[in-house]
């Protein structure tokens, strides 16, 4: 099996028992149960309860659902920016793109934890800001690479045909260049994704993501550790989803790399 | 090769201009009025004025950009609101920490990557190429922290070899070197992975250039062979290698506080929480110019290693 499935297979399982966790498992994963706390893997709790007795499996497939989300959604916003901004700085060139290039240059000089951090401070801690943060902290690298495709592209004979045709600059850009480099940023989007799990992730850990009670991967790890040698299950289980995930993304993007790599 | 270090200096010190213009800007978009956050509800409006001196949020956007420069040049990052001393003197107190932690990060995924990039790359297919790619996709996936927890779990807990929390009473002293292993493995881990990586990858284009096709048909020894592809791959890891040192110095705040270090990570969380910004703007300050820095630095050694790299 190819990496490329093999990273699809991993994702889809994953998402569909995230999504689905409300019908796998009926327990509510905010609910306390103070006369089972800290049980150990039994046939009820496939992972364990932590402090509250609250069940771990359902706080780590629904804190899933929450993390997938705020990850998927600052790559897509990561995605857009950068690349969006990158494309006009290329088809505009002149001042737009100098200005433009500039000011992500000054983005890429903080390092990229950093720049996470300093936003959320600034927004404070939320699900809309964290998303916000990330999509901003990882747009240059977009910028870069969106600017510099559609820069080779828009100089290739087959835009100039188009321009000799009589299509306009927008038209060239959509119609044309486009289509012939959105794959190579889509791939690295898939690798962009697996980061910013991580990156939630530890922001919740750091307690300035999603709130409390919320569960996310990363909230959950956050309780985990302070009652980590009573119930080690607790930050394992949890750990082992967000791996999961973090990993299928970064298989289908390498995958997708490798194949994209050989064609050209 | 002057005008090139010349032409360096000058695009280092237009980035270093931006970034800052960016950090005062963030600092003043920071929400409600920092002055009045911090007198509270009970403040009359002359303390107010004077908690706002002192954060250097008196005068003109134009006076206080003057004045936040001119500071950040002569080394005067503002005074400290909760320890009420010069943000410079915390930042003193809490960089070695930090620093012992990210040199010791810094050493061990040297080794180990570099190490692993290039066994897997001079044997590509082998077993030790899987190994190396296995760990490299392995080691990017896992969330640091959780890692670290694991570490915790096994070495500090159930094995006992290692101490699980903090520094020993001594402070910074050979003895703590043992207590830093531990977060020191947890930063090196995604960190070795990518250096790996793009060992292996140097690796693997050099191995099939001419040089090493004529080395190899005079019969020069694998050793030699070695050291030739060795010479020619390493340069190119550089920039990789700086990127991570630069980082490291705000890329230890999670695992610091896993491990319960107090570093400048615990100081900047704890600038954050209690609203001490001008200990977050020094902070953010200090990282940003050793990030921009060290990155040049690469730069420059690059360019030092191979001179094609000197028109830019």
Redesign the interface.
Known sequence: MGRVRFGAVLFVIVLLGTVFAPMIRPVDPLEPNYRATYAGISAEHPLGTDRLGRDVLSRALAGGRVSLSIALSATALTILLGGTLGSVAASLGGAVDTGLS?LF???L??????LV??VV????GGAAQTVLAMGLAGSPVYFRLARSYARSELRSEYVMAAFALGASRPRQMMRHALPNFIGSILVQGASTA?TFL?VE??LS??G?GVPLPTPSWGNV?QE??SF??RQ?WA??GP?IF??AA??SF??VA?GMRDRLDRRS | MTRYLVGQIFSFLVTLWVVLTLVFLGMRALPGDAATILGGMDTSSEQIAAIRERLGLAGSLAVQYKDFISGVVQGDLGDSLRERRPVTAVLLDRLPVTLALAGLAFVLSLVIGIGLGLLAGLAPGGPMDRFTTLFATAALALPEFWFGFLLILLFAVNLGWFPVLGLPPTGLSWQAAWHLLLPALTLALPRSAQVARLTRAQVLEQRTSDYVRTARSKGLSPRGITRHIASNALPGVLPLLALELGGLLTGTIVVEQVFGLPGLGATILGGISARDYPVVQGITVLAVVVYIGVNWLADLLQAAADPRLRTA
């Open positions: 500039r240059d000054a983005l000089a903080f390092p990229g934890f950093l951090l300093l401070a600034i927004l404070g697996a991580l992730a530890s850990y750091l300035l790890l985990s550790r980590l040698t080690p930050a394992v750990g967000l791996a973090s990993l970064q298989f390498d």
